[in-house]
């Protein structure tokens, strides 16, 4: 009788922390893009990375140039003190000051330092060149060896959209029904004779219906990440991509990113609805071609946030757009039932209340 109630005694033990376990909801990793600010010390950053951990986040992708390595060591220590992964977030392709020769050519021979495309900061580097190569994996590789980055983050790494998403349309006064040959690139002498010893054949009187013209460009873009990759995982370190949606419904031949290509560990791609005209109900169906597209590699679904989201019906501009509090669990939902891995806020600073309660609520917490 005793050996009887002893074990019926384990048995429901057994059953109260296996219902406790299954009762439990995995917790959805919340990361954020976000910014270290001109006048923050180590400790203001530390407290703003302690307020974004008290509502949830378990990293954060901090904005910096190549260059600024006291700011990246800065905040990736602090991150790290708070309990946050860090990623690096830095862009790649568009950079000024740089050689004049180191820049694309777009299809109307015009150098992006001297006729960037939409906005004056789209001065693109020509991604084939030996010499941007050579520079741009060495910024990574030694950021990536500052003791506290976990990951490199590749922002930018693209030519310039030679279609914009459709919402931006109006903002620009453009009707992108093709290829928009200001920001069409690199129609520099050495990619064209590049691209003719490759295939036997010069570029396509019409371009943009040359498939072969735009998958080596594809490739380049392609090959210039997997060349960070190796360096950056030589050091010991991972990386991470912001990249379109996709990426055969709109990064490939929005901005030539073959992103299920990568050597990346993983990928953020930017699923920011308003821009595509789009409901909160997209981002799932998004986020399902994503995760089937590079299978096992984690997928991070980008939310763009609403701050005014009171006065939306008022804003024309998708750029300051987004995801109401009342979208947020459709939108994260739609996102992890399709196997994203987390979720990833653009921006946590414009995250209301009410945004984070609906997250929070979201997530099951």
Same mark, same amino acid.
């Given at each position: 009788?005793?050996?009887?109630?002893?074990?019926?005694?384990?048995?429901?033990?057994?059953?109260?922390?296996?219902?406790?376990?299954?009762?439990? =909801?995995?917790?959805?990793?919340?990361?954020?893009?976000?910014?270290?600010?001109?006048?923050?010390?180590?400790?203001?950053?530390?407290?703003?990375?302690?307020?974004?951990?008290?509502?949830?986040?378990?990293?954060?992708?901090?904005?910096?140039? +190549?260059?600024?390595?006291?700011?990246?060591?800065? /905040?990736?220590?602090?991150?790290?003190?708070?309990?946050?992964?860090?990623?690096?977030?830095?862009?790649?392709?568009?950079?000024?000051?740089?050689?004049?020769?180191?820049?694309?050519?777009?299809?109307?021979?015009?150098?992006?330092?001297?006729?960037?495309?939409?906005?004056?900061?789209?001065?693109?580097?020509?991604?084939?060149?030996?010499?941007?190569? *050579?520079?741009?994996?060495?910024?990574?590789?030694?950021?990536?060896?500052?003791?506290?980055?976990?990951?490199?983050?590749?922002?930018?790494?693209?030519?310039?959209?030679?279609? +914009?998403?459709?919402?931006?349309?109006?903002?620009?006064?453009?009707?992108? *029904?093709?290829?928009?040959?200001?920001?069409?690139?690199?129609?520099?002498?050495?990619?064209?004779?590049?691209?003719?010893?490759?295939?036997?054949?010069?570029?396509?009187?019409?371009?943009? =219906?040359?498939?072969?013209?735009?998958?080596?460009?594809?490739?380049?873009?392609?090959?210039?990440?997997?060349?960070?990759?190796?360096?950056?995982?030589?050091?010991?370190?991972?990386?991470?991509?912001?990249?379109?949606?996709?990426?055969?419904?709109?990064?490939?031949?929005?901005?030539?990113?073959?992103?299920?290509?990568?050597?990346?560990?993983?990928?953020?791609?930017?699923?920011?609805?308003?821009?595509?005209?789009?409901?909160? /109900?997209?981002?799932?169906?998004?986020?399902?071609?994503?995760? =089937?597209?590079?299978?096992?590699?984690?997928?991070?679904?980008?939310?763009?946030?609403?701050?005014?989201?009171?006065?939306?019906?008022?804003?024309?501009?998708?750029?300051?757009?987004?995801?109401?509090?009342? *979208?947020? /669990?459709?939108?994260?939902?739609?996102?992890?039932?399709?196997?994203?891995?987390?979720?990833?806020?653009?921006?946590?600073?414009?995250?209301?209340?009410?945004?984070?309660?609906?997250?929070?609520?979201?997530?099951?917490?």
């Amino acid at each position: 009788m005793k050996r009887i109630l002893i074990a019926i005694a384990a048995v429901s033990a057994l059953a109260l922390i296996l219902g406790s376990c299954c009762s439990k =909801k995995a917790e959805i990793p919340v990361l954020g893009w976000c910014s270290v600010r001109a006048d923050d010390t180590p400790e203001s950053f530390k407290e703003y990375l302690q307020k974004l951990k008290a509502h949830g986040l378990t990293g954060v992708c901090v904005n910096s140039s +190549l260059r600024d390595r006291e700011k990246i060591a800065m /905040a990736a220590k602090a991150a790290h003190e708070v309990g946050l992964e860090y990623h690096a977030w830095l862009p790649c392709m568009l950079q000024g000051g740089m050689l004049h020769e180191w820049y694309a050519v777009n299809a109307l021979g015009q150098s992006a330092d001297e006729h960037p495309a939409y906005v004056e900061y789209y001065k693109a580097l020509d991604p084939h060149s030996p010499e941007v190569i *050579e520079w741009i994996v060495k910024q990574y590789t030694e950021i990536a060896q500052i003791p506290e980055v976990d990951y490199v983050q590749l922002d930018y790494i693209r030519y310039p959209d030679v279609i +914009l998403a459709r919402g931006l349309w109006d903002k620009y006064g453009l009707v992108m *029904e093709e290829e928009y040959k200001p920001a069409d690139y690199c129609y520099c002498d050495a990619c064209k004779a590049d691209f003719e010893a490759t295939y036997g054949r010069k570029v396509a009187d019409e371009p943009s =219906k040359d498939a072969e013209w735009a998958k080596f460009r594809q490739d380049i873009v392609t090959n210039l990440v997997n060349k960070v990759c190796a360096s950056v995982h030589a050091v010991g370190k991972k990386v991470s991509a912001d990249v379109f949606p996709g990426p055969d419904s709109y990064a490939t031949w929005m901005v030539r990113q073959q992103w299920k290509d990568w050597d990346v560990d993983a990928l953020f791609p930017m699923n920011y609805n308003d821009f595509y005209l789009e409901g909160a /109900a997209w981002v799932g169906k998004v986020t399902d071609e994503e995760v =089937k597209a590079v299978p096992g590699k984690p997928v991070y679904s980008g939310l763009f946030i609403c701050h005014d989201w009171k006065n939306k019906d008022k804003v024309i501009d998708p750029e300051n757009s987004g995801l109401l509090p009342s *979208e947020i /669990a459709e939108a994260v939902k739609g996102s992890m039932d399709a196997g994203a891995a987390g979720i990833c806020l653009f921006t946590p600073d414009s995250m209301t209340q009410e945004h984070w309660d609906a997250l929070k609520s979201a997530r099951g917490l």
